[in-house]
């Protein structure tokens, strides 16, 4: 990662490596960290924030933040030639990375909204049998799910836990993605 030209970013940066945070979290927060950084860029948070990350992290500044990069705009990359308001699921990791940040800190946690991602129906009978035939199909013949392993989805940026953000089920890529990663990890084993 590149050093910012903003020093609450390279304290930001400063803070991150010394959390100790897990791979999957990391990325999270490199994630936040990004737009925040973006978000400066354009001039969008109040100009003490460019100096101080206690700036940075007060609600007068997350509040324009969270704003702006739930709509997509402090997107790094298109999704589908454009840049739209990033998943529930995202918002939510969103805002426990910046509790996370601000407790690191010292400061109390915002809880700036949201809640919890609300439960999705579970699929009828038929539905989930449809489905894993279809899964068995990309995976070109039957394997149960406890011999994948998930990816993290190179079409759309889900997680390994999450769902792809289309409504055909996983994208063709991460589908294939999956498979050489399972077949190269049983191969290793």
Do not use: W
């Not at 999270?28 to 960290?33: E, F, G, I, S």
């Not at 990309?138 to 289309?166: I, N, R």
């Amino acid at each position: 990662m590149q050093t910012s030209k903003f020093p609450s970013v390279r304290a930001l940066d400063q803070l991150l490596d010394g959390l100790g945070a897990g791979a999957a979290r990391r990325r999270q927060l490199d994630m936040v960290r990004g737009e925040l950084e973006r978000a400066l860029n354009r001039g969008a948070l109040p100009v003490p924030a460019r100096q101080s990350l206690q700036r940075l992290l007060e609600e007068e500044a997350l509040r324009p933040y969270v704003r702006l990069a739930e709509s997509g705009a402090l997107r790094h990359r298109r999704v589908a030639a454009a840049f739209p308001p990033t998943s529930q699921a995202t918002n939510e990791i969103r805002r426990k990375c910046i509790d996370l940040l601000r407790e690191a800190l010292g400061m109390p946690a915002l809880r700036l909204g949201g809640g919890e991602i609300p439960l999705q129906p579970a699929p009828e009978a038929a539905t989930l049998s449809a489905l894993t035939r279809q899964l068995d199909q990309y995976l070109g013949g039957a394997m149960s799910p406890a011999q994948m392993y998930e990816v993290t989805c190179p079409d759309c940026g889900q997680e390994p836990e999450q769902q792809c953000t289309t409504l055909g089920g996983p994208h063709r890529s991460r589908v294939e993605l999956a498979k050489e990663y399972t077949r190269l990890k049983k191969a290793h084993s």
